[in-house]
Every structure is written in C-alpha cells, then in structure tokens.
C-alpha cells in the first residue's frame, strides 16, 4: 500500500492542502491537491497544487516566480487534510501581492485589511491572469 492510499481523498479525489512557512508557521494559503499534485509535490521538492477552476495541475509560481520549496509534509489525525511546510521564494504567497492569503480580519463585523500589497499583482503576472 502507499503512502498516498492512506488519504482520505474526498468525493471529487482532492484533500485539502494549507502551506505554511516552515520558518515562523505563518499560514500562507489553502488550496485543492489531488493525487498526482501530491506525489508529484514530493517528487519534484515543490508545492504543486489542483486548479479546480482549470481542470488541471498547477506549479506554484509557474507564472509569478514564487516557488513553493517543500521541506515537510504532514497529514491530520483523520487523514483528510494535508499542510505542507514550505520556503516560499519571493515572500508572496497570495495572486494578491499579499505575503499571505489570510489578510483580512473581523473587526466589530467587518472583514478588514490589515496587510500590506508587498508587489503589485499586475506586475506579477502576465495580461489576463488574475491568479495562478
């Protein structure tokens, strides 16, 4: 048996995936592996992903530059959740320009944000991509 059938895939074959930095533990973003993402992922060193919206494997910083090194992967307690612990090449990890996608806060009912755009998103990526 491998390692990989001891996920729990959920219905559409996909296990949710959050990187955080493997220095601070800072959460810098979720997103969708499936099965060839993930052994891929750890093949090749790097965080690669399943756009759900595309239909098709995403290579983290394939557009922008911002690499995802994996230095450790883990998996929760129900098998159904991974967290890869990755240097992330360039401080951004959000299509934002943002260091993370986790910027905004609840203040008193009200989705707030509280850090900065560290590099402009237009000049990140190429005209007509809004994100990886």
């Known amino acids: 048996?491998?390692?990989l059938d001891e996920i729990n895939w959920n219905a559409d074959g996909l296990v949710p995936a959050i990187a955080q930095d493997h220095r601070s533990g800072r959460v810098l973003m979720m997103a969708w592996m499936n099965r060839e993402s993930l052994a891929l992922s750890v093949q090749e060193n790097r965080a690669i992903y399943w756009s759900r919206s595309r239909g098709k494997l995403w290579r983290k910083g394939e557009e922008s530059?911002?690499?995802q090194k994996l230095h450790e992967l883990r998996l929760d307690c129900d098998a159904d959740a991974v967290v890869l612990m990755v240097e992330q090449i360039g401080a951004i990890a959000?299509?934002?320009g943002r260091?993370?996608?986790f910027y905004r806060i609840l203040?008193?009912?009200v989705?707030?944000?509280v850090e900065p755009v560290l590099k402009d998103p237009?000049?990140?990526y190429q005209a007509g991509h809004s994100h990886e």
Do not use: L
């Open 111 to 113: 989705w707030k944000t």
């Open 107 to 109: 203040n008193d009912g």
């Open 99 to 101: 260091e993370s996608c």
């Open 94 to 96: 959000c299509h934002t």
């Open 65 to 67: 530059g911002h690499v």
């Open 1 to 3: 048996m491998s390692w």
């Open 122 to 124: 237009h000049s990140i």
